[in-house]
């Protein structure tokens, strides 16, 4: 991110669904208990359903119920993650078994038949997801005296196998309900409300830019620290540290793709002045309200670029305020010869600061010497497909090279 927020950004297919399903496990009605001769398939079907019907009524001795009483450790996180998912609004919570087996477990110590599983949790808070939040959990189920058990959901980590970390896996959660927004963190409600008095501000420029057809708010994940947010992305924490956000989600056009969450990195966003919180906020919601109309043929200057436009579009400040690392480079005679790839845009790219830079002036100059309505109208069509050249022939009347000749010269004047 230029001006100092550097790397807010989207990650595309964080929650991205397995395929293979064997079941669904609804959430609909009190589940029976497994009984003895179930096949394993049948056995997590039963327990999962009894499990998502426990969570959603919030009804604790049937969420425990389905665990296995010799699985202390296991056990005794549940009792904590039950707790700590008190005042999430949840308005569905289910399973699906994907397959049985999914990695081998070494023989219990008491003897009892042991199985690996792996399931799919999707979930929707009320009032705010239209589409469910959707990971891959790696489940062991038990069969002790005859009864089956949820007995771990850990012991594929090893292997690699491991369960996507919900941030009620990581504490309380504490809930903070936003004229727009909703916050879901750990720790001080203060700094909490404070996101989401910033994500509330967010989405009105946001619909002011993109337009509607979208939900028009957002949803805010704030865990304590960088190794939290990591682990929420199922990330190294050193890619991420100098990142103040990122969007999770999926793109392309999939109007039933998983609901999408702003996470924060605390330690960088916590940095940032009232100005900085103020654009990665509006930058990750402009990627919350364009995911549907963000596909693989929308490249990643045009998908960055538009979110830092709309974050700074009225921010008063000047270009070179804003894009400080490319302003150095066009004073010392580098002028970028072509727009940003995706390689440039990598976190460990040399130039980070400079692609997003380069995105932004790219939006920035068709919105000025086009129209905004322009900028839009262009971002949503070349999601449809075809070629870039194309897309900018029909928008602009200007091919490819032209509008990179165009750019490099309103980089020049803007920077120089």
Request: glycine letters at 10%.
């Amino acid at each position: 991110m230029a001006g100092g927020v550097r790397g807010s950004r989207v990650v595309r297919g964080i929650a991205a669904g397995v395929c293979g399903a064997v079941l669904v496990a609804g959430c609909t009605s009190g589940a029976a208990k497994p009984s003895a001769g179930e096949s394993v398939a049948a056995a997590a079907r039963t327990l999962l359903a009894q499990r998502s019907h426990a969570v959603v009524q919030r009804d604790r001795a049937e969420f425990l119920a389905g665990i296995d009483p010799k699985a202390t450790r296991f056990r005794a996180r549940q009792v904590k993650v039950f707790a700590d998912l008190a005042d999430v609004p949840l308005a569905a919570w289910s399973y699906e078994v994907v397959r049985t087996g999914a990695f081998a477990l070494p023989p219990s110590a008491d003897g009892s038949a042991r199985t690996a599983v792996e399931v799919r949790l999707e979930y929707r808070l009320r009032g705010y997801d239209s589409r469910p939040v959707v990971s891959t959990a790696y489940l062991t189920v038990a069969r002790r005296a005859g009864h089956w058990y949820l007995a771990g959901d850990d012991d594929g980590a090893a292997s690699g196998h491991r369960t996507a970390v919900q941030i009620w896996d990581q504490g309380p959660v504490r809930v903070v309900r936003g004229a727009h927004s909703l916050v879901l963190g750990l720790g001080d409600v203060r700094r909490l409300r404070g996101y989401a008095e910033d994500a509330d501000q967010a989405v009105p420029e946001v619909r002011h830019a993109f337009g509607s057809g979208w939900p028009g708010d957002v949803v805010v994940e704030a865990p304590s620290t960088l190794d939290q947010m990591a682990a929420l992305l199922s990330a190294d924490p050193a890619d991420y540290r100098d990142i103040a956000a990122v969007t999770t989600g999926e793109g392309g056009g999939n109007t039933a793709a998983p609901a999408d969450r702003v996470v924060l990195n605390p330690a960088a966003f916590g940095e940032l002045s009232a100005f900085g919180r103020q654009v990665v906020l509006t930058h990750e919601t402009t990627h919350v309200a364009t995911r549907l109309s963000t596909t693989a043929s929308t490249p990643l200057w045009l998908s960055e670029g538009v979110a830092d436009w709309v974050a700074y579009r009225d921010s008063g400040r000047t270009a070179r305020e804003i894009a400080p690392e490319l302003a150095a480079d066009v004073g010392a005679g580098r002028t970028p010869a072509a727009l940003p790839t995706a390689a440039d845009f990598r976190s460990d790219a040399k130039d980070l600061a400079q692609a997003y830079e380069g995105g932004w002036l790219a939006c920035r100059l068709i919105a000025d010497q086009w129209s905004p309505q322009t900028l839009t109208a262009f971002y949503r069509a070349v999601a449809q497909g075809g070629t870039l050249d194309a897309h900018l022939r029909a928008a602009l009347g200007i091919g490819s090279a032209q509008f990179t000749a165009r750019w490099r010269s309103y980089v020049e004047q803007e920077l120089g």
